[in-house]
């Protein structure tokens, strides 16, 4: 559902696509097994959906996401123990200094250093010139990554140590609440590959990051011959053009059928792994299989010709925790998942314009029903954006409740009436005579969604409410909501732990137009207020009291009918040692994936 999907900071798009699995025989300590999967050094992660590209700057979504998360590296990461940040292409945590005097007196001087081992593929080493040019991507207003420019609006300028151009300084206005997280977060990607003709050269850091400027560059023909290449295809997909420092590199793109990445040779980390575990990278190659078809993925699951999924049908998920053959083969993991989903809905349709039908829309949702029925309880009811773990969730708030006879009180109320006793509600809008009919759209990957709607569809239709069922594919579905051609959609938001939530990507009205994720046009001039300062507001009472209205305004004028709060549901093969399920996203670690050759050697296994 978190980039963005930002690597550290932000909310990602992942939707529900939960796809069965189920079958199999293996292995316990001491046993015996015809693994056909056994000592071979690769993974085989299963995906429900394509990716939408494979630029760190321009995809937004869970799948994408997941992959370049191998291949480029920003200079922290969160530790998937404790949650807290660990350098990553940084030799260190930031230095962070206020600012005491000058035009950005009360922000902060944040300071890195790269490591020196770190370098690109043709052997010259990562320096602060490349953590520059990489900010002015994000920072070029033509680049399609809307939905990262919010989290870097704080970095104002920056300077590069005439002693050593691997250290650097961001000066920072204010003092906004993820400084430290986002100014790590920038994924590095090498200037030689994506601006061979070093256009972006031509403009300084502050030049770009001063708003004043943005109206201008806008027409600039350089920023907009740089952004035309830079979004182009080959950036998104095609093999030595998806260039990152990370140690592994992209060697096959084979649309709806499966993504490969290998482990490069010599990679410049291999010789850190064992002092810093986070630049593991063990595996020969990682082969991301996609499969939508929930049958196909079960045969495929049974032949173990899958390592990894987390994209599971609740009902099957179960039964292959009871299921002792599948045990001996796989490990199952139920970590938390700080993750909702919901329906989205278009606040720009007249036919939703007024929140009293939004909420009575709501009314109409039988969460006990689908979380036990459908969901198998896996899942709790969701009441608002904020996850129940989170220090400022608002308890106070009560979860619109399963109740048609009070949505039809609220629709009545709203002026939707069956006036020709079709059984389906109607209203004279701007003159004109509209139904109360809705189009519920949702990625086609999904079995879920489908039983889910038809359960909301039954209720709506008892309050005189016609829901229509639409299914596209995933990328099709991904472009009509960013494009806001739909009338409902079903989704999901999921986000890093040890992240505090910034509220800006989905819910402020600037990220409702170009590549912002505030898909449904939510927004009004108090909750903005309420955003802007809880980014910058330091004190964390002051904050939460901000955060605890907030979700007040979202539950009241009702943008999306929140749905559940799901927990992971994770297969791994047992080949593989330090390999579990935890609470960061996706899930798993799979660099962290290292080969058992003792897996399927019977008798020797009870000996380690």
Not at 314 to 321: S, T
Request: some cysteine; proline content about 5%; overall charge neutral.
């Amino acid at each position: 559902m978190n980039k963005q999907f930002n690597y550290l900071t932000g909310l990602g798009l992942l939707f529900a696509v939960f796809i069965t699995g189920c079958g199999g025989g293996g292995q316990k300590d001491g046993a015996t097994t015809n693994s056909k999967r056994a000592g071979k050094n690769e993974i085989i992660v299963h995906t429900g959906a394509d990716a939408e590209n494979l630029n760190p700057f321009t995809s937004s979504d869970a799948t994408a996401t997941e992959i370049n998360n191998n291949m480029f590296f920003a200079m922290l990461t969160i530790d998937a123990k404790d949650y807290s940040l660990k350098p990553l292409l940084a030799l260190a945590r930031p230095t962070i200094e206020p600012i005491e005097d000058g035009e950005l007196k009360g922000g902060l001087k944040i300071t890195y250093e790269i490591r020196p081992e770190a370098k690109w593929d043709n052997g010259t080493p990562v320096l602060a010139s490349d953590v520059e040019f990489s900010l002015k991507v994000i920072k070029n207003p033509q680049v399609d990554c809307e939905h990262l420019r919010g989290y870097y609006d704080f970095v104002r300028d920056m300077t590069i140590d005439p002693a050593n151009p691997r250290k650097y300084t961001f000066f920072c206005k204010d003092r906004y609440l993820m400084s430290e997280l986002s100014s790590g977060d920038i994924p590095i990607v090498p200037e030689y590959v994506y601006d061979p003709q070093k256009i972006m050269r031509k403009f300084s850091v502050k030049q770009l990051c001063d708003p004043k400027n943005t109206a201008g560059l806008k027409g600039n023909a350089d920023i907009i011959a740089f952004a035309k290449e830079f979004n182009s295809e080959k950036f998104k997909r095609e093999k030595g053009f998806v260039v990152g420092c990370g140690p592994y590199e992209l060697v096959e793109w084979k649309t709806g059928q499966r993504i490969i990445i290998q482990k490069k040779k010599n990679w410049w980390g291999d010789a850190l792994m064992e002092q810093f575990p986070v630049l593991n990278g063990y595996a020969d190659k990682i082969v991301y299989e996609i499969i939508q078809d929930p049958t196909t993925m079960l045969t495929v699951l049974k032949d173990e010709g899958l390592d990894v999924s987390n994209t599971f049908k609740p009902k099957d998920f179960k039964e292959l925790q009871d299921n002792k053959k599948m045990n001996e083969l796989y490990n199952f993991y139920t970590p938390d998942y700080i993750v909702y989903t919901y329906y989205g809905l278009n606040m720009k349709n007249p036919k939703l314009a007024d929140k009293k039908v939004r909420q009575a829309l709501s009314h109409l949702v039988d969460r006990d029903y689908i979380i036990d029925k459908v969901l198998y309880n896996y899942s709790k009811p969701a009441i608002g954006p904020v996850h129940p773990t989170q220090s400022y969730y608002n308890k106070n708030l009560k979860q619109y409740e399963f109740n048609i006879e009070l949505a039809n009180k609220m629709l009545d109320e709203a002026g939707w009436k069956d006036t020709d006793n079709d059984g389906v509600r109607d209203k004279v809008i701007n003159g004109k005579k509209i139904q109360l009919v809705l189009e519920l759209k949702y990625p086609s990957a999904s079995p879920t969604a489908e039983p889910i709607g038809l359960i909301f569809k039954n209720n709506a239709q008892k309050a005189g409410v016609k829901v229509e069922l639409v299914s596209r594919e995933w990328t099709v579905f991904l472009e009509d909501n960013k494009k806001h051609n739909f009338e409902m959609f079903t989704g999901s938001w999921v986000k890093n732990p040890g992240v505090p939530d910034d509220p800006y990507q989905i819910w402020h009205r600037n990220s409702y137009t170009g590549d912002g994720s505030n898909y449904v046009g939510f927004g009004t001039a108090e909750s903005d207020a309420l955003i802007d300062s809880i980014r910058y507001e330091m004190d964390e009472t002051k904050r939460n009291a901000m955060y605890m209205r907030f979700q007040e305004i979202i539950h009241e004028e009702a943008p999306y009918i929140f749905l559940t709060n799901p927990v992971n549901k994770i297969a791994i093969h047992k080949r593989f040692d330090n390999a579990e399920g935890i609470v960061k996203r996706p899930g798993y670690e799979v660099r962290d994936f290292k080969l058992n050759p003792n897996f399927g050697k019977g008798e020797k296994m009870a000996a380690h």
